[in-house]
């Protein structure tokens, strides 16, 4: 079941499951918040178990460019396009969020985005590879984020 996500009264609903459900809540509303005030969209997600194509490509993209793979179980995904750009976003137990953005034009911006909820601890798999710049948010305290660039075509 598709849920819109409030950035204005946060919910752990869907990610109760987590140790950092209330961070991981408030990373997710973050998220909310950017669409739309940047694109206008309702940010929606949806449970894990009803979503394994849109997991499968973002897994499937972190293998073929890093050989990483995600230790963590993921709690809910959200796939969409806006503004000519495919954005994909899985939120994991573990507090990690992945968001992939995919410009549908040769010419645009194609990244995987990690972004760590407040309080986690770095997933091993992560932490010899990238290094994590800090940012504030009302709604999820301090987020840690890095990104990589892809190459391939997805």
Do not use: C
Not at 47 to 76: F, K, W
Not at 104 to 128: H, N, Q, T
């Amino acid at each position: 079941m598709t849920h819109r996500v409030d950035f204005k009264q946060v919910s752990t609903v869907g990610v109760e499951s987590s140790p950092f459900a209330a961070a991981l809540a408030g990373l997710r509303a973050h998220e909310a918040r950017y669409f739309k005030t940047h694109y206008d969209h309702d940010f929606t997600v949806q449970a894990a178990d009803e979503s394994p194509q849109t997991i499968a490509y973002v897994h499937r993209i972190l293998e073929q460019e890093r050989g990483l793979v995600i230790a963590a179980p993921a709690l809910e995904s959200a796939r969409f396009e806006v503004a000519n750009i495919r954005w994909t976003h899985v939120f994991y137990e573990s507090g990690l969020a992945i968001n992939v953005l995919y410009a549908l034009d040769d010419a645009g911006k194609r990244a995987v985005g990690f972004k760590l909820s407040d309080g986690m601890d770095i997933p091993a798999e992560l932490a010899s590879r990238f290094k994590f710049a800090r940012q504030k948010s009302r709604l999820a305290g301090t987020i840690r984020g890095s990104y990589f660039v892809i190459r391939g075509r997805y």
